[in-house]
């Protein structure tokens, strides 16, 4: 069984940094994907990022600014999202999602999901 957990979220200064952990057991297929999501109240779901394990490039479905960043350890099994320069839109739940056997267009569909971390912006 494939499980995504999440850490490393929690209140943060606003214009601060982040960095987010999705550690994965029970994965074992060469070709998998991993990405980030976050829900909140006004804006519903938005896909953030997605990394997969073929070729390790990052993919942002928004990501003008370049505050986020994605990184896969294949060693660790473990996806990390940095956020910098933080801002109150960053406020939201974050969930980390497993796919196979790449990242979806929308960066929102993942067949394994991790239980989220909440991450509040405060000034």
């Known amino acids: 069984e494939v499980l995504p957990v999440e850490s490393g979220g929690g209140l943060v200064q606003f214009g601060g940094s982040l960095r987010l952990t999705c550690s994965v057991s029970g994965l074992t297929h060469r070709h998998y994907a991993i990405g980030w999501v976050r829900q909140a109240p006004r804006r519903g779901q938005e896909g953030i990022a997605c990394i997969e394990s073929s070729d390790q490039a990052p993919l942002y479905r928004y990501n003008e600014q370049g505050r986020f960043t994605i990184s896969l350890d294949k060693a660790r099994n473990a996806a990390y999202l940095e956020i910098d320069n933080l801002k109150a839109e960053d406020t939201a739940r974050y969930y980390c999602?497993?796919?196979?056997?790449?990242?979806?267009?929308?960066?929102?569909?993942?067949?394994?999901w991790g239980q989220g971390q909440q991450v509040t912006v405060s000034s």
């Open positions: 999602g497993v796919n196979f056997p790449n990242c979806e267009s929308t960066l929102t569909q993942y067949q394994s």
